[in-house]
């Protein structure tokens, strides 16, 4: 579970940003939106299953989601700290980026925290806290391009495996491949349990279709139950199985055999027969119309529909593994009804046994209707038209009433974040954009 994440000197974000997982202990309301745990050092008594990001267009919401996909990025490996071909710091800030995690995995409280220049990794450092906070180890940069490295006292040996190692990419992968247990776990929990899902586009049917069929037929079950409850219509799915025609059949043999001669080039060998199927398969969906069971292909439902689908697998995914899933403009293409029986997923607390956590960035004012969200669950971001600079700020620091209208306090500017046209005219009239 995320407990917090930080980051500075990224993209539109020039200072420090945090976003905390972590309740306010004075509300009280929907408790079922919590995880019951105790996590060493934090004062509280659970952990926030979402959380929702509201800011105008071009605010920097999405950057949020970018720099929890570039830093997850540089401690995969995937991307060198040195080899990249722009840093993506704020713009004219040749100061480092800083990220910073605290998680909690397999009953232990983790702080993993690191900094970059241009010319590599800076900083690196790792703490466990299964009761008391304790270094697993730090290194750093010297002037001369050198490394420094501290170990803490209950993990010996780390100074010796990095002992001359001056590749200015990140350490904890390869402490991890040495086996030092607290780097195994928490490159285990980037890997695994923190994933940013890209829906800038509609995803492709047959990517949908290939989500759909690994899911394996228990995840599969609660995506179908969990669209249903949103009255999509949808009652269940069959395979529909029909013969091939000459035309399919032929263009199937022209496949198998330019895929022989690929296997032929690469091995030097001749495949050992390849066959060819005569019946195709298909996933269909099943409605209820005029009290007779439909069933209709995927490319026959609506995009709204396959968006619900999209979402489900990912949230239902989550859900079943405890992930901490990140999604950017969750609400596209969804009636806000379907969305909101979504997210309700991760509150439901026989569902979602391993504290698997939501964060999306949205425009839906559904959110702010103090009957599905917490107080503490609500963040901001906004952009300084001046600086260009974006700050991310909870609702909690404005102290709002329980009984507040969230919704109307917002919109008439009392939190900020939401677009002012005036100012936006102003702006750009006085760049010299817009001559009147």
Known sequence: MLLEFSFKNFRSIKDEAVLSMLP?????????????CSIPGTGTDGVLTAAAIYGPNASGKTNLLRAVHFSRNLVLGITHPAHLPRRQSFVGNSDPSSFSYTFYTDGTRYEYEFTLDDDGALSERL?????????????????DGTYSVKQGSKYPGIVTKLKGYTDPGFVLGMLANYGFEPCVKAMRWFA????VANREAPIPDAELMDKLATLGEAKFKKV?????????????????????????????????????????????????GVEIPDKKVAMQFRHEIDGRSVGFGLDDESLGTRTMLDLAVDFIDAIDAGRTLFVDEVERSLHPLLLESLVALFFDPDLNEHGAQLIFTTNELLFLKNDTLRRDQIWFIEKN?????SDIYPLSSFSPRKDESLINRYLHGAYGAVPYADQLMGAICETGGINL
């Open 24 to 36: 306010v202990n004075s509300y009280k309301e929907h408790q079922e939106n919590v995880h019951p």
């Open 127 to 143: 703490s466990v806290s299964p009761k008391a906070k304790r270094l697993v180890y730090e290194r750093s940069r010297n002037d």
């Open 192 to 195: 695994d349990d923190l994933v």
């Open 224 to 272: 179908i139950k969990a669209i249903s409850s949103a009255d999509l219509g949808i009652t269940g799915v069959q395979l529909k199985v029909d013969d091939m025609t000459e035309d399919e059949k032929s263009a199937q043999k022209e496949n198998a055999d330019k895929l022989a001669a690929v296997f032929e080039a690469l091995t030097g060998q001749k495949p050992n």
């Open 385 to 389: 038209l001046q600086s260009g600079s």
